[in-house]
């Protein structure tokens, strides 16, 4: 295990927030997929959608993947869509502790609608957004933890997930073995 810290969710779970947070705390290096992606392409993902297609998003995001590999003890935030592709959860517990940013549809929704620019949002209806999150939730849920996000702030979650972290470490270490907290 590359022992990095992954957060996983769909867009405006509070990955950016709680990761740059979390790496504060841990005095770990914080990294963003979409951040490898647009420094790489020098263009904004908007653009890359706008004048490449989702399908080269998509394999964009493939290589970063790759890239993920090399980095060891870092907290990455990923892109909504990212782990969400047969066989790639386990891509990604193969390099860390992965975190599912849980939240209900309503609030993440409302957090998604009001920051920056969403390509996978743009021109779709309310239910569409729904239905791809409902089509994502299986692949957030394979990740090591999960952390409710519903009603509380990203210290909060932070906190939360500190604790879990903290357990689950323990319980590595522990020839007992223990519960993963919240987490599955
Ligand atoms: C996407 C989410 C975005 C970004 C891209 C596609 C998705 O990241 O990777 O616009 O498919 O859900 P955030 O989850 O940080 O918004």
Redesign the pocket.
């Known amino acids: 295990m590359s022992d990095n810290v992954i957060l996983v969710?769909?867009?405006?779970?509070g990955?950016?927030s709680v990761g740059r947070l979390l790496a504060r705390r841990l005095g770990r290096c914080f990294v963003?997929?979409?951040d490898m992606?647009t420094a790489h392409e020098g263009r904004s993902?908007?653009e890359i959608?706008a004048e490449r297609g989702?399908a080269h998003?998509r394999a964009l995001?493939e290589e970063t993947v790759r890239l993920l590999g090399l980095k060891s003890g870092d907290v990455i935030?990923?892109?909504?869509?990212?782990p969400?592709r047969d066989g790639r959860p386990a891509q990604l517990r193969a390099m860390g502790t992965v975190v599912w940013l849980q939240g209900e549809f309503d609030a993440v929704y409302e957090r998604?609608q009001r920051?920056?620019?969403?390509?996978?949002l743009a021109g779709r209806k309310r239910e569409e957004i729904e239905a791809?999150y409902r089509a994502?939730e299986p692949y957030y849920r394979q990740a090591d933890l999960t952390v409710d996000t519903t009603g509380i702030n990203p210290d909060q979650v932070v906190a939360k997930l500190l604790l879990l972290l903290r357990d689950r470490r323990a319980s590595i270490l522990s020839p007992l073995g223990r519960g993963q907290g919240e987490g599955a």
């Open positions: 969710g769909f867009m405006g779970a990955k950016s963003e997929t979409d992606i993902i908007p959608f989702e998003f995001e935030a990923t892109g909504g869509g990212l969400c998604a920051a920056g620019a969403r390509p996978m791809l994502r």
